[in-house]
Nanobody, 119 residues
Framework: VQLQASGGGLVQAGGSLRLSCAASGLTFSSYAMGWSRQAPGNQRESVAGIRSDGSTYYPDYLKGRFTISRDNAKNTVYLQVNSLKPEDTAIYYC??????????????WGQGTQVTVSS
């Protein structure tokens, strides 16, 4: 299984980014997909998940700014992030698993893409 994340970069506060994650080596449509992030010194946290049926999950504190979507024809999951804040600075990882909400030891992970938000 390979998950290739892209779309990160340096952006000013208030800006937007769209992250992409191309998956291969798995039956993409049957997996839940998710995005997590990890800032230096912090634990990895889940920021969005999307189930195989297209239903989504977000932590309450991120609702409204983060939007996850998937294109099963392209084996790709996206994360649209708006109104970026400096505290959103982190490495963003995409994930494939059986649960859109809970991270498990059986999940597959991509290599991550750096998002840096300047104030």
């Amino acid at each position: 299984v390979q998950l290739q994340a892209s779309g990160g970069g340096l952006v000013q506060a208030g800006g937007s980014l769209r992250l992409s994650c191309a998956a291969s080596g798995l039956t993409f449509s049957s997996y839940a997909m998710g995005w997590s992030r990890q800032a230096p010194g912090n634990q990895r946290e889940s920021v969005a998940g999307i189930r195989s049926d297209g239903s989504t999950y977000y932590p309450d504190y991120l609702k409204g700014r983060f939007t996850i979507s998937r294109d099963n024809a392209k084996n790709t999951v996206y994360l649209q992030v708006n109104s970026l804040k400096p505290e959103d600075t982190a490495i963003y990882y995409c994930r494939a698993g059986r649960n859109a909400v809970v991270l498990t030891s059986r999940d597959y992970w991509g290599q991550g893409t750096q998002v840096t938000v300047s104030s």
